[in-house]
């Protein structure tokens, strides 16, 4: 009964649970909305956070540091290893391997585990037999307020680059193709326009609706079918002629050393704006 009874507390809110997402207009089939987007190959293939962490690189390897800790954590603990933690460690990691994009997930799912199985090893460690000695509460309170203070002074610093004007348009200035957005905004040649990948949230952002991105971050709304082509096009592959054609792309705005930029030359197409970043080409005869 007691089994029947755990078994209901679950079974209850997730039958809730699946009938309340299933009311969309897509109905039930935003269910599998998350595995449809993780199986989309040209996202394994070509970005970088979905395919596995390269620990050569040094930003990578505090995963690595915190894998182990974590292992230590539970051999030299004294408190029980529970199912659950079992299963956040073995479930994150192996996300965390198979796509780096997880990896902070890894992290904030094992931080609490950490702590409970490291203060378990180090209080045996430190205190051997002895009952802990628990310090007086007048300090306890002085040293948690001290570290709700660091936390928020930290939020804050961090805070204060992203929320700033100035440093953000500096940092779009230098990422983004600035120059060849201001020469469409002002001679509005026509489009479609064929766009770099890194560059597609700043297009869309800049010019929609009067210049649609031909590909964005937005990867969960593409296919693996305009994915491949941008992939097709942008490295000048055979049939690359076709996928414009198909798509009627007369608006090329590029990075001037991707291999497309080159083909297009070579294919007669005109340079209507070019600085350091961005080179902006059109299919002869364009207005």
Not at 250 to 259: C, E, G, M, T
Request: hydrophobic share 45%.
């Amino acid at each position: 009964m007691e089994n029947k009874d755990r078994l209901m507390r679950w079974a209850v809110p997730a039958v809730l649970s699946v009938a309340a997402i299933s009311l969309n207009p897509y109905g039930p089939s935003l269910l599998v909305y998350p595995f449809k987007t993780t199986s989309i190959r040209a996202l394994q293939n070509y970005v970088q956070e979905w395919q596995s962490p390269d620990f050569h690189q040094l930003q990578v390897q505090p995963f690595l540091w915190m894998m182990g800790l974590v292992v230590l954590a539970f051999t030299s603990s004294r408190s029980r290893l529970h199912p659950t933690e079992f299963v956040l460690f073995t479930g994150l990691g192996y996300m965390s391997l198979v796509a780096g994009r997880n990896i902070a997930l890894f992290g904030l799912g094992l931080a609490p585990v950490l702590s409970r199985h490291a203060d378990s090893s180090l209080d045996s460690l430190l205190t051997g037999s002895k009952p802990p000695q628990e310090l007086p509460q007048r300090f306890t309170r002085w040293i948690n307020l001290g570290l709700v203070c660091l936390v928020a002074l930290g939020a804050l610093v961090k805070a204060y680059t992203p929320l700033s004007a100035a440093p953000n348009e500096a940092l779009v200035a230098r990422q983004s193709p600035t120059g060849a957005i201001a020469y469409l905004l002002h001679e509005r040649p026509a489009g479609p326009i064929f766009n770099e990948y890194n560059w597609g949230g700043y297009i869309l952002w800049t010019l929609y609706p009067d210049y649609p991105s031909f590909v964005d971050g937005r990867t969960d709304l593409f296919d693996d079918q305009i994915l491949e082509e941008y992939i097709q096009a942008w490295r000048a592959d055979p049939g690359w002629e076709e996928v414009f054609a198909r798509r009627g792309i007369r608006l090329a705005v590029l990075d001037p050393a991707a291999p497309l930029t080159r083909a297009l030359i070579d294919a007669g197409w005109l340079t209507s704006y070019r600085d350091e970043q961005a080179i902006v080409l059109a299919r002869p005869g364009t207005p």
